[in-house]
C-alpha cells in the first residue's frame, strides 16, 4: 500500500509564497501521475496541479496558472507544488494524490490526509 505524507501547509500573508511537499512512501509506487487538489470549507475539491511523473508534462486548474508551479523528484519520490503570489482565496486544505495507473484528474487512487495553507489579507 502507498502512503502519500503531506508538509510545507501553514500560514502566509497575501503576495507571499509557499511550498508544499509530498512524498510517496510504503509500497514502491510503480504509477506515473501525481497530483494536488484542495477543498476550502463548504466548497467542493478542486483540481490544483498534475504532473505525469514519466513524461514531466504538467497541468494546472484555471485558479492557479501562472501562480503555481508542481514538480517531481524522482529520486526522492516527492512531489511539490510550489506557490507564489498566494491569494486569500487559495487557502483551503491540500491534498496529495496519486494515480495506480493513466494520468487523469480524475483517475487519482491513493490519497494523503492534506496539509492546511491559509492566506490572509
Known amino acids: 500500500q502507498v502512503q502519500l505524507v503531506e508538509s510545507g501547509g501553514g500560514s502566509e500573508q497575501a503576495g507571499g509564497s509557499l511550498r508544499l511537499s509530498c512524498a510517496a512512501s510504503?509500497?514502491?509506487?510503480?504509477?506515473?501521475?501525481m497530483g494536488w487538489f484542495r477543498q476550502a470549507p463548504g466548497k467542493e475539491r478542486e483540481r490544483v496541479a498534475l504532473?505525469?511523473?514519466?513524461?514531466?508534462?504538467?497541468a494546472y486548474g484555471d485558479s492557479v496558472k501562472g501562480r503555481f508551479t508542481i514538480s517531481w523528484d524522482n529520486g526522492k519520490n516527492t512531489v511539490y507544488l510550489q506557490m507564489n503570489s498566494l491569494k486569500p482565496e487559495d487557502t483551503a486544505m491540500y491534498y496529495c494524490?496519486?494515480?495506480?495507473?493513466?494520468?487523469?484528474?480524475?483517475?487519482?487512487?491513493?490519497w494523503g490526509k492534506g496539509a492546511l495553507v491559509t492566506v490572509s489579507s
Open positions: 504532473i505525469n511523473t514519466q513524461f514531466g508534462s504538467t
Open positions: 510504503g509500497s514502491t509506487y510503480s504509477g506515473n501521475c
Open positions: 494524490a496519486a494515480a495506480r495507473d493513466g494520468c487523469r484528474w480524475a483517475g487519482m487512487y491513493y
